[in-house]
């Protein structure tokens, strides 16, 4: 099959699955073999199209043209590609662990759950093969608007109102500043297509290049770097697994994925550098990398912590991206996959400790580990890896990130205030999440705790290993994620 | 100054006469009153075309022997379609105020805004 | 040759259509009558579209007396695309009545409401087709005057003092109008339009000429409800019949509009405008319109006096994009025309199906309504997408549009009001959509409905098949563009050309 038809299949075989699973309701595990299927199937396509990629089978498909010059198209490309797989691989593990947790912890309206679901896997799809951005930013409020209804969805009164302030902040940001950002990129040059170097060099006028590029930065809300951050603990009202696919990795990395294609491929790390947008701009991330792991320590509720954590994990990215040089890109790229992984499993984690000791409390899983030995390794793990210690995958990315620091051009204060960020973040991290299952292994029971504990259901012991075992072989053969960031990163 | 007033004379009263159906629709709460008002404005205007078409020494526009100048016959002609939409207007206002009536019990425009209020 | 009858048959058709459903006085041969005729109507003014859109013009000369001094029908690009978003929304309407109107209307009044109706659109046809100034003058009261008739149709008796509100200033615009077309004939001696636009610029008395223009300008803004002359609007679309909100919200402000960039672009030129104060008034009264009419709308309680309010707002989009007085400004508007048509349209024709099951459509009687009409909500959620402007919709397609005109005439504060308000309409959308979907059932208020009517448990077919027709297109005219886009700016080409559209 040619890689376009691959492409069209990959972003259509998501919402097939969400017709045929609406339909399903009477039939709960019909309904669940056909999500595991449309999953499984889904990674299957995405792993074809990445060897045509490999083979350097390259092809545009052209949907609609709704304005002159400005097209509804999609192609591959590196960037793209890694998050398709990501995004694709992971899916499968949480459809596998979500029949488990949905049961376990009797959610209501499970069919319209795994539909949304799958149709929210549909966009993110089209917003890998985005071609240009203004088809980007097409498929990023679809994803918007069809991952509303999943973090609504228990319909009570916390619910609504964190659906408000995820919809508030998220619509918002992207019609008030990307949505601008988008029309004058579209104004002074004329051209929305993503092109190696990018597109504005010598059409914006130098003292534009850093109002604009903070626009892109605060508009794409999703990369939740401060003072955009509000929406994604309010998301983590959702059920489990939809915070953890969409929350630490669809949703949050189709937002740090936006900003990495806009520094690309729209303004060109050089134009960047050149402009000196980044010298100030960079503050913004570094302090979101500072502040999210201080809030991180304040919070009790477990998946509010995580939440933060993520933020402060995504603004390592937009770090990355805007160190404009090849090393920090690299990283920043990296950091997509790495930080998907190794969160991906703290979450599941979460979610089994919630099902089946009913805790959300951080304070009371004091002594719990050594009840549930399997869930608080995979804690464990997943903690080491996103502080980025070997042998875990979320080192490389830290490495080439701290690489990247080192290069950076700018002046020599930022440069030591960025190493030393990157320094006590790591700290700060060990503090706030190591201490969860080191507390769950070591600490005392307290009294009128002694439960009957037992592991969670298996399909969420079988969802939750895949990723863990996953960090710890990115550690030893990070393919094919280092030669894709790589070759994302190559034309510096 | 006089000759142009004078001259003019019979603008001033037609704009005299809007203003009056203008003045009396916005400042009577009475809803009849109103339509009054309105429909004053209106034969304000049909005057106002009528007058725009006398030619000074222009007869009836009917053809025949020994007259060279006549009044214009357009605008007299368009008024005919006005004055038809103005009685069609009054007419329908009128029907409205006996619903008005009928429903709320008075044609005062005051009263009637107070009673929508509580609602 | 036959293009040229279809612009007389459009009017003629329901001309002759309204009389015959008076005389038979059946409801279900009305209902028939009105859908077949809108319908063919609907399939002429296409066939009509795509004779123009290729920016030729049709000549009608009617009694073949030949103009300037016999009306003439004269149709090119810009009024064949009003007239086909009169016809198609006229069509859908007359689809989606016969129900809703049978469960509003007290059976004996039905006829005449149907003949009301053929008489509403026949006027805002008359409108969009005639070449004749007073020609267009006498259409705008046939409109209005069935539109204030069918507006007190409405159950609440507020429908009645609405109606009488809009009887007053509506025929204070229509008057207003007439003294401008008045004085321009003084000037000129002519009331063809072509003709206006080639004598006015000669005429010597430029004050009466200047009068003329501000009269027929105040006279037009009453009628399309432009900030801050919309009073009217709010109460004459919220208590009206379900189906007459639909229609009128869809079509007669539009209609207005169109008169106003005819009057400006074509029977005045650009030349004209330019040196007036105009541009900058209708700049910032658009502004002030999007603010306001979002923040009002943010304010009500009711389901249709805040899609009432929205229409302010969207008004005020339009207005903004004439007032630039640039091609690509004016190609936003008209955009903006018939994709407000759209979205609005669907929006009022769900309003309808929730009167129809709750028998009112204030948010308090509505709660958690969406979660029994899952189908209705989903088509109101798309609609209401596209009046936020979210890509993919038709609502992104026409703001896209004005933001590039504001960008490219440097209007700053502007583009900050376009933004602004996209973000209150996410508000007030978002309120309707908690209202609808979030809050629990209450037990149903049914008034007027006896128990156990059918009408609690379901929808009427036709009316979800409507709104959902009105829905996708909203999606479908926000990626395909051809339509809206190459005919806008075919049309506003023609106005903009070097003769002024002479031809």
Redesign the interface.
Known sequence: MSTSTLMIIAMLLPLFGALVISRLNKAPNIREVITIITSASLLGIVIAIFNQLSQGNVERIV??E??NGIA?AFSIESLGMMFALVASSLWLVTSIYAIGYMRAHHEKHQTRFYALFAIAIAAVMAICFADNL?TL??FY??LT?STYPLV?HS?DEKA?KS??IY??VL??SS??LF??GV??V??FTGSLEFTDGGIVDGKIPAYWIAPVYALFILGIGKAAVMPMHKWLPAAMVAPTPVSALLHAVAVVKAGVFAILKVTLLIFGPDTIVESGANHWLIWLPMLTILLASLVAMTKDNLKERLAYSTISQLSYIVLGAMLANSMGLLGGTLHIAMHAFGKISLFFAAGAILVTLHKTKISELSGMGRKMPFTFTVFLIGTLSIIGLPPFGGMWSKWYLALGTIDFTGPDFTRWALLGTLMLSSLLNIAYLAVIPVKAFFGKIELGQEIKAKEAPLPCLVGMAIPAIICLILFFYPEPFYSLARAATLSL | MIEYILGHINYWIIIVLMMIGLYT?MSRPN?IK?MVG?SV??TG?IL??IS?AKVTGGTAPIVAEGFTTYSNP??QV?ML??IV?GV??TA??FA??V??KE??GTIEEDE?EMM?NE? | MIEQQLSILLVVLPLLAAPIIAVINRSSIAWAMTLSVTVCCLIMSVWMLSGVVDGSVIHYELGGWAPPWGIEYRIDTLNGLVALIVCGIAAATALYAKRSVEQEIPKHQIPMFYCAFLLCFLGLLGICLTGDI?NLF?FL?VSS?SS??LI?MGRN??A??A??HY??LG??GA?FF??GV?LA??ATGT?NMADLSVRLPQAVDTHLVNTAFALIVVGVALKAAIYPLHLWLPNAYSFAPSVVSIFLSATATKVAIYVLIRCLFHVYSVEYVTNTLLPQLLIVMGGVAVLYGSMRAIGQTGMRKMLAYSSVAQIGYMIMGIGFLTEAGLTASLIHLFNHALMKAALFMAAGLFIYRANTATFENIKGLGREMPWTFAAMVIAA?SL?????TVGF?SK?QL??AA??ENHWPM?VII??G??LA?IYV?KLI?VLY?QPREKMRVTGVASGSENIGRSPISMAVTLWILALSCIYF????ELS?DTAKSAVEILFAADGGQR
């Open positions: 949907l609609a709704p304005f509804i203004f930013f097409l409020e679809v608007l609504t319909g609504k659906g408000r919809l508030g619509m918002g019609i008030g949505l601008l029309l004058l579209w104004h | 629709m809803l109103k309105l404005f209106q205007v106002l075309y725009m357009l605008p368009l379609t006005a939409v069609a207007t329908l206002g409205l105020i619903r008005i429903a709320y009637l929508d609602e | 007073f006498v009261e005057l204030y008739a007190a008796r507020k009645l003092t109606s009488f009887l007053v025929t204070l008057t007439l003294i008045g004939y003084g009331l997408l936020i402007g979210v890509p993919g397609v896209w933001l590039q960008l490219e583009v933004l602004v996209s973000l996410i978002w908690e979030f926000g990626i395909n563009t886009m």
